[in-house]
């Protein structure tokens, strides 16, 4: 509001030469200090500069101060916040404009190559080096199991590394890879790829080329376990044991002897895994899944409620199939 509109219309060209002197010197200074001292790259010295080439609001202070003292008169003083309000105006342009720009030129990055395996003659593949792989990389180590792992994400990599883990840089799901690591002789392969196409593609390759070998896969959820399943691969759920466990927890705070507890849970676990496989046989019914799920968990109640043992998912599927074109919108199924 203390800029002089009279001021800006009969002076435009000096406002707009000093507007030009303001942004260009503190643009310029401000690269070269991103550049050398900040040790940026030219892109992010450029962001700098133009986020940061107008004028500060605070010269609108210095400005009234140095006026109300006598450095300068009130033309002058005008003429300069004229200039920096036009400055603070002009900045959010020219921010966006240089992004803009820089966008539609990215830096591409040449590809990182693939790192050489040499052939250790490993027991042990695991193809992913997550939290999931990691884990079965360190039990492995604690036994002196020769294994080698090999990741997909060069960031991953680099960052295992920082803690001496031997990983290899590479994509499992690629033939060559896997010859060059000495797959022909692995006894197990671990599937450990998060993303679930990768997985089920590695899965794959493994299966088709070293039939003889075990493979063990880390499973999403129930429908990737059981196109694990469909490839004869022994599918494990992420997150089903430690839920489970935490569900064990949760019984003995709530006052249930330990003992008793960790019986539930082992009978749960029985349970569901039975489920788990008795549905892989309907799992493309969806009718008949949803028929299932709820029968089991009418048994698992009666389970608990009479101690009993096994059995009980014997007969699912067959009442399930009888009674799936009956049944009326059940609650949606949840694998």
């Given at each position: 509001m203390?800029?002089d ?12 030469a ?13 690269f ?5 001292p900040g ?6 010295a450029?962001?700098?500069?133009s ?9 609108f202070?210095v ?13 002058l003083r005008?003429r300069?916040v ?10 959010p342009?020219l921010l ?19 790192d050489?395996?040499?052939?250790q003659?490993?027991?042990?593949l695991?193809?992913?080096?997550g939290?999931f792989?990691?884990?079965v990389?360190?039990l492995?180590?604690?036994?002196r ?7 997909h ?12 883990n031997q ?10 890879l ?33 039939p003889?070998?075990r ?5 999403r959820n129930?429908?990737?376990a059981?196109?694990?399943?469909d490839l004869?691969?022994e599918?494990?759920?992420e997150t ?6 935490l ?9 249930t ?24 046989q309907?799992?493309?019914?969806e ?12 048994d698992?109640?009666q389970?608990?409620?009479?101690d ?11 009442r ?7 049944t009326?919108d059940p ?5």
């Amino acid at each position: 509001m203390s800029v002089d509109l009279a001021r800006m219309a009969a002076e435009p060209l000096v406002i707009a030469a000093g507007v030009l002197l303001l942004m260009t010197v503190k643009f310029a200074v401000l690269f070269a200090v991103g550049l050398r001292p900040g040790k940026l790259d030219v892109r992010e010295a450029l962001l700098l500069g133009s986020v940061l080439a107008l004028g500060g609001e605070f010269a609108f202070v210095v400005f009234g101060e140095a006026q109300r003292v006598g450095l300068f008169d009130g033309v002058l003083r005008d003429r300069l916040v004229a200039i920096v309000g036009v400055s603070m105006v002009l900045t959010p342009l020219l921010l966006a404009g240089l992004s803009r720009l820089l966008s539609a030129h990215p830096v591409r990055k040449p590809a990182r190559a693939y790192d050489v395996i040499d052939n250790q003659h490993p027991q042990v593949l695991i193809a992913g080096f997550g939290r999931f792989g990691q884990i079965v990389a360190r039990l492995l180590l604690a036994q002196r199991v020769r294994f080698v792992a090999i990741e997909h994400s060069p960031e991953q990599v680099d960052f295992v590394r920082r803690f001496g883990n031997q990983i290899y840089y590479g994509d499992p799901t690629r033939l060559e890879l896997l010859r060059a690591a000495g797959a022909e002789g692995v006894k197990v392969f671990v599937v450990a790829i998060e993303d679930v196409e990768a997985n089920l593609k590695a899965a794959r390759l493994i299966r088709h080329e070293y039939p003889q070998a075990r493979v063990l896969a880390r499973a999403r959820n129930r429908r990737h376990a059981w196109e694990l399943m469909d490839l004869g691969v022994e599918a494990v759920r992420e997150t089903f044991l430690s839920s489970l466990f935490l569900g064990e927890r949760v019984l003995v705070a709530l006052g249930t002897p330990e003992a008793v507890a960790a019986d539930r849970a082992r009978r749960f676990r029985t349970h569901d895994e039975a489920l788990l496989r008795t549905q892989y046989q309907v799992y493309d019914d969806e009718a008949a899944l949803i028929q299932t799920s709820q029968e089991a968990r009418k048994d698992l109640e009666q389970l608990f409620a009479a101690d009993q043992g096994e059995g009980v998912l014997g007969g699912l599927v067959d009442r399930a199939r009888g009674s799936a074109a009956g049944t009326a919108d059940p609650e949606p199924y949840q694998p």
